[in-house]
């Protein structure tokens, strides 16, 4: 279920008979499982839940209670077993005996891993101590939407009280950690009855005594919650009503295919940004509404929310009456410099002595009037996760506005979690970025042999693709496989032939709303065809320059305009041929357009040099596997050229070649790597042969 439908009740997924026979830590895991795969209950990577189980002691065979709670960096919606952290209740209990006071807080973090049970790998989190010291057997921690709702409203202890009695109790904004773990066992202590509690501006905690109670209990608190606020603002018009209309669904892409490259360059000066669009329903409704700016620039409210989207958002000047596209675009750098001024503002106001360097300046989220939100991260699932968080934000807003007044977080309380030490810790920590992370390729053929393991070779370094291709069938095919391997976000489809001039400009439209951009072109549809001279009709030899020479310039041009608009630089790979170097009988217009689409490379290198366009050119020569070039006429014409059959093809090239190998595609994507990669990044205008050495094709 998407979280873009904030206003319908959640239904219980509990299944008594997939339940039935579960160990205690096999119900922790279903119940999260089952609890987080609703983005409605809590966003990604939000929240936690727990257990209190008895086990034996490896080392003593004692039976002990040992906490079960997700640890450090998961998700509830797709933790696994291993996903959660195990500790001794009696060594956590023992821990506040070293607690010195809230200022010493974090030193307890350093603690937690001296209490694990069983020698278990996965790290404790910080929320530990907040489900250690609730007196309950099983508890949950999650951001619903409709509750934060209710915990960012500026009387929310008493809308609280309102809406659930005594049943659920208010504590106020707190930093998560040991201190708040005391409140909560404070609170259970002298609130018995109790089935949970809203923390302000942050979400809430429920328990119960089974897994089964606990789970029904988040479920009808978050239901409760979601009723009465439907209820309430049944009769007033969100965010102030309208106050423009949105564009069309085909505008709104148009004007945010001409905005996101743009954006792109400003913000992709340390590191390449990808980027996402969402004009959803949800995302529609806030972004032509009359408050949207008064409450965008309040900032979100739940410390899940700004870690991923920054505090507040960039609202664009766009205003879609006029459709002024061309104005927004040439006060873009103002824009976002004056956001960096006032970021860079926020910091100095806010920062301590100890506080981490200033992170990157430039914001997340972008609201664009009439036509929906845009997101930029280091990577796709980022953008993706941060443009969901903002949709949660939204409907925070929505329901906190229209029953009291919304209340960002204070500015002071939000920079001491962004700039948290522990978070920096856990920043530190994270591994170095792939060499092409944050570079989006597009690649033409994308759906053959070649294209395809060059696809597979860049998104193994972490760049995001998007396979361009007429044949449907294989696309999908293609993406779906690739897709497996590194995840639904990093791949996409466009039906793109190389020769039609408007679909060319369609598809990196297209590229520029999936991903925000271009970093590498992949030049490389292509097909063979042979004939002797006078066999060769012009419709034969048009096709070859049509699709080889003018497709590669077509899509080159494309590519050099995204990457001025960008102004980040560029690299453009030529898939070209030997046979474009080296004479082959019965393949001139095969190899005449080779050997353009190998000039062309040559002038656009010397075009492209000053704006840090780099081009080069890879040849390959015989990839016979992989490749449906060599599965049509191309085979039986070679075949019967040399008076043999595929095998024996492939067994003369290689005894053919001077280093007597055979040529793979996945040798081709080497090298469009190498030329794509910053590993390169000295080299224009350059060729590498991959076809095993061939003295015709060395190049002088
Ligand atoms: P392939 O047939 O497996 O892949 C080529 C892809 O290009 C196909 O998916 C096809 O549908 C697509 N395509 C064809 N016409 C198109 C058009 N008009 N618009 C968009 N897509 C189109 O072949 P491959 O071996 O992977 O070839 C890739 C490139 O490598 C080609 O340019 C080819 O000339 C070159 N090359 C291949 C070899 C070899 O031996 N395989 C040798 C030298 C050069």
Same mark, same amino acid.
Request: aromatic residues 8%; hydrophobic residues 40%.
């Given at each position: 279920?998407?979280?873009?439908?904030?206003?319908?009740?959640?239904?219980?997924?509990?299944?008594?008979?997939?339940?039935?026979?579960?160990?205690?830590?096999?119900?922790?895991?279903?119940?999260?499982?089952?609890?987080?795969?609703?983005?409605?209950?809590?966003?990604?990577?939000?929240?936690?839940?727990?257990?209190?189980?008895?086990?034996?002691?490896?080392?003593?065979?004692?039976?002990?209670?040992?906490?079960?709670?997700?640890?450090?960096?998961?998700?509830?919606?797709?933790?696994?077993?291993?996903?959660?952290?195990?500790?001794?209740?009696?060594?956590?209990?023992?821990?506040?005996?070293?607690?010195?006071?809230?200022?010493?807080?974090?030193?307890?973090?350093?603690?937690?891993?001296?209490?694990?049970?069983?020698?278990?790998?996965?790290?404790?989190?910080?929320?530990?101590?907040?489900?250690?010291?609730?007196?309950?057997?099983?508890?949950?921690?999650?951001?619903?939407?409709?509750?934060?709702?209710?915990?960012?409203?500026?009387?929310?202890?008493?809308?609280?009280?309102?809406?659930?009695?005594?049943?659920?109790?208010?504590?106020?904004?707190?930093?998560?950690?040991?201190?708040?773990?005391?409140?909560?066992?404070?609170?259970?202590?002298?609130?018995?009855?109790?089935?949970?509690?809203?923390?302000?501006?942050?979400?809430?905690?429920?328990?119960?005594?089974?897994?089964?109670?606990?789970?029904?209990?988040?479920?009808?608190?978050?239901?409760?919650?979601?009723?009465?606020?439907?209820?309430?603002?049944?009769?007033?018009?969100?965010?102030?009503?309208?106050?423009?209309?949105?564009?069309?669904?085909?505008?709104?892409?148009?004007?945010?295919?001409?905005?996101?490259?743009?954006?792109?360059?400003?913000?992709?000066?340390?590191?390449?940004?990808?980027?996402?669009?969402?004009?959803?329903?949800?995302?529609?409704?806030?972004?032509?509404?009359?408050?949207?700016?008064?409450?965008?620039?309040?900032?979100?409210?739940?410390?899940?929310?700004?870690?991923?989207?920054?505090?507040?958002?960039?609202?664009?000047?766009?205003?879609?009456?006029?459709?002024?596209?061309?104005?927004?675009?040439?006060?873009?750098?103002?824009?976002?410099?004056?956001?960096?001024?006032?970021?860079?503002?926020?910091?100095?106001?806010?920062?301590?002595?100890?506080?981490?360097?200033?992170?990157?300046?430039?914001?997340?989220?972008?609201?664009?009037?009439?036509?929906?939100?845009?997101?930029?991260?280091?990577?796709?699932?980022?953008?993706?996760?941060?443009?969901?968080?903002?949709?949660?934000?939204?409907?925070?807003?929505?329901?906190?506005?229209?029953?009291?007044?919304?209340?960002?977080?204070?500015?002071?309380?939000?920079?001491?979690?962004?700039?948290?030490?522990?978070?920096?810790?856990?920043?530190?920590?994270?591994?170095?970025?792939?060499?092409?992370?944050?570079?989006?390729?597009?690649?033409?053929?994308?759906?053959?042999?070649?294209?395809?393991?060059?696809?597979?070779?860049?998104?193994?370094?972490?760049?995001?693709?998007?396979?361009?291709?007429?044949?449907?069938?294989?696309?999908?095919?293609?993406?779906?496989?690739?897709?497996?391997?590194?995840?639904?976000?990093?791949?996409?489809?466009?039906?793109?032939?190389?020769?039609?001039?408007?679909?060319?400009?369609?598809?990196?439209?297209?590229?520029?709303?999936?991903?925000?951009?271009?970093?590498?072109?992949?030049?490389?549809?292509?097909?063979?065809?042979?004939?002797?001279?006078?066999?060769?009709? #012009?419709?034969?030899?048009?096709?070859?320059? %049509? =699709?080889?020479?003018?497709? $590669? @310039? &077509?899509? *080159?041009?494309?590519?050099? /305009?995204?990457?001025?608009?960008?102004?980040?630089?560029?690299?453009?790979?030529?898939?070209?041929?030997?046979?474009?170097?080296?004479?082959?009988?019965?393949?001139?217009?095969?190899?005449?357009?080779?050997?353009?689409?190998?000039?062309?490379?040559?002038?656009?290198?010397?075009?492209?040099?000053?704006?840090?366009?780099?081009?080069?050119?890879?040849?390959?020569?015989?990839?016979?596997?992989?490749?449906?070039?060599?599965?049509?006429?191309?085979?039986?014409?070679?075949?019967?050229?040399?008076?043999?059959?595929?095998?024996?093809?492939?067994?003369?090239?290689?005894?053919?070649?001077? #280093?007597?190998?055979?040529?793979?595609?996945? %040798? =081709?994507?080497?090298?469009? $790597? @190498? &030329?794509? *990669?910053?590993?390169?990044? /000295?080299?224009?205008?350059?060729?590498?042969?991959?076809?095993?050495?061939?003295?015709?094709?060395?190049?002088?």
């Amino acid at each position: 279920m998407p979280k873009d439908t904030p206003n319908t009740l959640l239904e219980n997924r509990w299944d008594a008979a997939a339940a039935a026979g579960m160990t205690e830590p096999e119900l922790l895991l279903y119940r999260s499982n089952i609890l987080g795969q609703d983005k409605r209950v809590t966003n990604y990577g939000g929240g936690n839940t727990s257990a209190k189980v008895m086990e034996t002691d490896p080392l003593t065979g004692d039976t002990v209670e040992v906490l079960w709670v997700k640890g450090s960096g998961g998700d509830i919606g797709s933790i696994k077993m291993d996903g959660f952290s195990t500790l001794y209740m009696d060594k956590l209990t023992a821990l506040k005996d070293l607690y010195r006071g809230v200022e010493f807080e974090d030193e307890m973090v350093g603690y937690l891993p001296h209490c694990t049970f069983n020698l278990n790998p996965r790290a404790a989190s910080i929320d530990t101590p907040l489900h250690a010291y609730v007196p309950r057997k099983h508890v949950d921690h999650v951001h619903a939407d409709a509750i934060i709702a209710i915990a960012a409203a500026s009387n929310g202890e008493q809308l609280t009280q309102q809406i659930f009695g005594d049943k659920i109790g208010w504590l106020p904004w707190k930093r998560p950690g040991f201190e708040l773990g005391l409140w909560l066992e404070d609170f259970c202590r002298k609130n018995p009855d109790a089935d949970g509690v809203i923390l302000g501006s942050h979400g809430l905690f429920t328990w119960g005594n089974t897994a089964k109670d606990c789970y029904d209990m988040t479920i009808t608190v978050i239901n409760q919650a979601t009723a009465w606020l439907t209820d309430t603002t049944k009769d007033t018009a969100a965010f102030g009503g309208p106050r423009h209309n949105s564009l069309s669904p085909a505008d709104r892409r148009t004007v945010a295919a001409r905005l996101m490259p743009a954006i792109r360059g400003f913000v992709s000066g340390n590191q390449h940004m990808v980027g996402h669009f969402n004009d959803s329903d949800t995302v529609l409704e806030f972004v032509k509404a009359q408050d949207m700016e008064r409450l965008a620039a309040m900032g979100t409210s739940c410390p899940d929310h700004f870690l991923r989207t920054k505090i507040r958002p960039l609202v664009v000047n766009f205003d879609p009456a006029a459709q002024n596209t061309d104005d927004v675009l040439a006060g873009l750098s103002d824009q976002i410099a004056a956001y960096r001024d006032d970021y860079a503002a926020y910091y100095d106001r806010c920062k301590r002595d100890d506080s981490p360097a200033m992170r990157d300046p430039n914001a997340v989220v972008y609201l664009v009037p009439g036509v929906g939100m845009i997101t930029f991260a280091k990577d796709k699932a980022t953008a993706r996760i941060s443009s969901e968080f903002y949709v949660n934000a939204i409907n925070v807003m929505r329901g906190a506005d229209a029953v009291s007044d919304y209340t960002g977080l204070p500015e002071q309380e939000a920079f001491d979690i962004e700039y948290w030490l522990l978070e920096e810790a856990k920043l530190q920590r994270m591994p170095a970025p792939k060499s092409l992370a944050g570079r989006v390729a597009l690649v033409t053929g994308g759906a053959g042999g070649i294209g395809a393991a060059t696809a597979d070779r860049y998104l193994s370094e972490g760049a995001c693709v998007m396979l361009a291709d007429i044949d449907d069938g294989a696309l999908s095919a293609t993406a779906d496989a690739l897709s497996q391997r590194y995840g639904g976000d990093v791949v996409r489809t466009v039906n793109m032939n190389v020769t039609d001039e408007s679909a060319v400009a369609r598809a990196y439209a297209e590229l520029a709303v999936e991903l925000g951009g271009v970093d590498i072109l992949v030049s490389n549809a292509g097909i063979a065809s042979s004939a002797p001279i006078e066999e060769t009709t #012009l419709a034969l030899w048009n096709r070859n320059m %049509d =699709i080889l020479s003018t497709g $590669y @310039f &077509l899509v *080159s041009r494309d590519a050099f /305009k995204m990457f001025r608009v960008q102004g980040i630089g560029g690299s453009v790979v030529f898939v070209a041929s030997k046979n474009g170097l080296a004479a082959s009988p019965n393949a001139s217009a095969y190899c005449t357009a080779k050997a353009a689409e190998i000039h062309l490379a040559r002038c656009l290198a010397l075009e492209g040099a000053e704006a840090g366009i780099r081009v080069n050119v890879v040849n390959p020569d015989a990839v016979l596997r992989g490749s449906k070039i060599w599965e049509g006429d191309w085979l039986d014409q070679r075949a019967s050229t040399y008076g043999t059959d595929k095998e024996g093809l492939e067994e003369m090239y290689r005894n053919r070649s001077m #280093l007597k190998r055979s040529v793979l595609p996945e %040798d =081709i994507a080497e090298a469009a $790597y @190498f &030329l794509a *990669s910053d590993r390169s990044s /000295k080299s224009t205008g350059n060729i590498i042969n991959v076809d095993a050495g061939n003295v015709q094709a060395f190049t002088r």
